[in-house]
């Protein structure tokens, strides 16, 4: 699949849209994390047949947080870091892609960085950015 290059504007259309989901996702996210030491304990019985009674739930969730990171991806967001909600946007900046960068419990986009520097690059927009 090709990469979807954002205009800012489309961009920062999609932040309410990606906030719903992207809170979804931490909170399924986290629930995965908090079921998974049960779920640990039932793999090390399984030679000995061992269940439990948090598979199902747990099938439920993983599954539920697969379609929610699939309808980011369907966006063409890049989803950098569950557990920050932290989404990059391609975007083409001077003849070059970089990332729009936003995180959940920002309100806007107001960063960029290189592919290559990541969250730790990240810059302020300038003016121009905003189309």
Same mark, same amino acid.
């Given at each position: 699949?090709? !990469?979807r =290059?954002? %205009? ?5 259309? #999609?932040?309410? $849209?990606? &906030? ?36 199902? !739930?747990? =099938?439920? %969730?993983?599954?539920?947080?697969m379609? #929610?990171?699939? $309808?980011? &991806?369907?966006?063409g ?14 975007y083409?900046?001077?003849?070059k892609?970089?990332?729009?960068c ?11 960085h ?18």
């Amino acid at each position: 699949m090709e !990469e979807r =290059i954002f %205009t800012f504007s489309e961009a920062v259309g #999609l932040i309410p $849209q990606l &906030r719903a989901i992207l809170q979804e996702v931490v909170d399924e996210w986290n629930r995965v994390k908090g079921l998974n030491p049960q779920i640990q304990k039932a793999r090390d019985r399984s030679q000995f047949d061992g269940g439990s009674p948090y598979g199902v !739930e747990y =099938i439920e %969730t993983v599954t539920h947080l697969m379609v #929610l990171l699939q $309808q980011v &991806r369907d966006m063409g967001v890049l989803l950098k870091d569950v557990d920050k909600g932290l989404c990059d946007f391609p975007y083409m900046k001077n003849g070059k892609v970089v990332y729009l960068c936003w995180q959940l419990g920002e309100d806007t986009i107001e960063y960029w960085h290189d592919i290559e520097t990541g969250f730790a690059g990240r810059e302020p927009l300038d003016d121009s950015d905003h189309e």
